[in-house]
Each structure stands twice: as C-alpha cells, then as structure tokens.
T-cell receptor
C-alpha cells in the first residue's frame, strides 16, 4: 500500500528555523511535493524533488533521500504568515499524487 | 488565484440526496483531479481524468462518480449522501499529468450533509 507519515503538529517561534519531516512508503516513486495550506483555503505548491539532495527556494528548502524514503521541508526566518498546514505528497507513478495528512505549524511571536 | 474554478463554494443538503460539484481547470490544462479533505483524513485522492478519459482511481465510493467533458470541465456526482460525506472537496488541474507537474487547486466546495 501507500503510506506517507509526517508529524501532526509543530510549534516554532517567529524568526526561527523549523524542519518538517516526511517519510513515505509507496509502490514506485516519481517525485515528492510539498504544499502549503492555510485553514479553509486551497493547497499551494511549494517545492518538488525527484533526485536526492537539497532544493532551495528563498526561505524554503526541501530535501530528499530516495533510499531512505525521507524528505524534509526547512523553513527559515519564520514569519507569522507561515502558520499553516504543510502537506507532503508523493507521485508513485505517472498519475495520481498521494498526500500525507499534513503538519499544522503554529508560529509564536 | 490558481485559475481553477470550482462551484458552488458551499453546499448544504440532507442525507439521501444527490449533488453535483463542478470544476473548470486552468486554461490549457488537460488533467483534472478530485480530492476529498476531512479533518481527520487529510487530502484523499478520489479520481483523475486526462483529456476526457479516466486515468487513475483512488478510494472513490461507488456512490460517487465523475466525468470530464469535451470542453475539459469536470463534474463530481455524489449520491445517497451520508453524514460522513461532509467534507471539503477540491479539484486540481495540471497540463498533462506528467511526473514533475505540480497541481493547481481550486478553492474547494464545502459540502455539509445534515
């Protein structure tokens, strides 16, 4: 079967750095995505990894290790607007994308 | 604005009823995906269409059906509704469903079954 695990909730302080981990077990691998979702809103794309290593995009970076079935999303210089759910998602084959349940990130002033 | 349009935004109905949710993908996108999101389950993949044909199926109930029309808009039909069907239903689109393609999500339809 397909399984994607990530922590349910995390709390961090404004200006700090936080790392959100994701582990996956899927039948096939054609890429891993991270999405941000504010409460009651649509998910929006943050990053895509298909090869091992780190992808950096401004304050956000995403890492992938295919051999370990592991990824993380790193958020730097946290801002209050970063309070949201972060969804890890995997495309097992060339079609559907499977999402984890998401990590709710709370930012404290 | 993602360019994906979903209607209606809110729907309130009773158990046993049938509803239709509508989605217009971004201009140029051929692939449409439907997801159900409830508080405890996260985003659950229901079904994917590509250029009018069903491409992939998830844990979609037999009471649910979908189709994609020649103009590429899609409809999700939910029948014999139960209380547990109350959820946020998202439609997403991508150009052709390729491996590295990100999904663009609509703003969702909040379904409440009373």
């Amino acid at each position: 079967g397909q399984n994607i695990d990530q922590p349910t909730e995390m709390t961090a302080t404004e200006g700090a750095i936080v790392q959100i981990n994701c582990t996956y077990q899927t039948s096939g691998f054609n890429g891993l995505f991270w999405y941000q979702q504010h409460a009651g809103e649509a998910p929006t794309f943050l990053s895509y990894n298909v090869l091992d290593g780190l992808e950096e995009k401004g304050r956000f970076s995403s890492f992938l290790s295919r051999s370990k079935g592991y990824s993380y999303l790193l958020l730097k210089e946290l801002q209050m607007k970063d309070s949201a759910s972060y969804l890890c998602a995997v495309r097992p084959r060339g079609d559907k994308i499977i999402f984890g349940k998401g990590t709710r990130l709370h930012i404290l002033p | 604005d993602s360019g994906v349009t979903q209607t209606p935004k809110h729907l309130i109905t009773a158990t046993g009823q049938r509803v239709t949710l509508r989605c217009s993908p971004r201009s140029g996108d051929l692939s449409v995906y439907w997801y159900q999101q409830s508080l405890d389950q996260g985003l659950q993949f229901l079904i994917q269409y590509y250029n009018g044909e069903e491409r992939a199926k998830g844990n979609i109930l037999e009471r649910f059906s979908a189709q994609q029309f020649p103009d590429l808009h899609s409809e999700l039909n939910l029948s014999s509704l139960e209380l547990g069907d109350s959820a946020l239903y998202f439609c997403a689109s991508s150009v052709d469903g390729g491996s590295n393609e990100k999904l663009f999500f609509g703003s969702g339809t909040q379904l409440s079954v009373l």
